[in-house]
C-alpha cells in the first residue's frame, strides 16, 4: 500500500506558477513510477506529465510541454510539478498516482492515487 498526499494549489493568475508536491508513504517508494493527472469540471480525468522510478525518463502532455516540469527526490519520498506559464485552460483537479508498470499515461496503468489539489487559474 502507497498512500499519497498532494499540495501545492490554489488560485493564481494566468501566466504564473505554482509547484504542486505529492508525499509518498507506506511501501517502496522508489520502484514507481509517477504521474500527475488532471480533472476539470465535467471533463474525464486526463494524464499531465509522469516520470520513471529513476527519474531518468520523463512524459508530458501536449497541453503542458514546455511550460511543465515533473521531478522526483526518491531519498525523500516526494514528487513535484513544477507549473510556470499556466493558463485558465490548467484549472482541475490536480491528482498524484503511482504505478508499477504498465503505459504512462493510461489511468488504467496506476494503482494507487491521491486524494487531489485544486489548482483555478484566472484570466
Known amino acids: 500500500q502507497v498512500q499519497l498526499v498532494e499540495s501545492g494549489g490554489g488560485l493564481v493568475q494566468a501566466g504564473g506558477s505554482l509547484r504542486l508536491s505529492c508525499a509518498a508513504s507506506?511501501?517502496?517508494?522508489?520502484?514507481?513510477?509517477m504521474g500527475w493527472f488532471r480533472q476539470a469540471p465535467g471533463k474525464e480525468r486526463e494524464f499531465v506529465a509522469a516520470i520513471s522510478w529513476s527519474g531518468d525518463r520523463t512524459y508530458y502532455a501536449d497541453s503542458v510541454k514546455g511550460r511543465f516540469t515533473i521531478s522526483r527526490d526518491n531519498a525523500k519520498n516526494m514528487v513535484y510539478l513544477q507549473m510556470n506559464s499556466l493558463k485558465p485552460e490548467d484549472t482541475a483537479v490536480y491528482y498524484c498516482a503511482s504505478a508499477l508498470g504498465g503505459t504512462y499515461y493510461r489511468i488504467a496503468s496506476y494503482v494507487y492515487w491521491g486524494q487531489g489539489t485544486q489548482v483555478t487559474v484566472s484570466s
Open positions: 507506506g511501501r517502496t517508494f522508489s520502484g514507481y513510477t
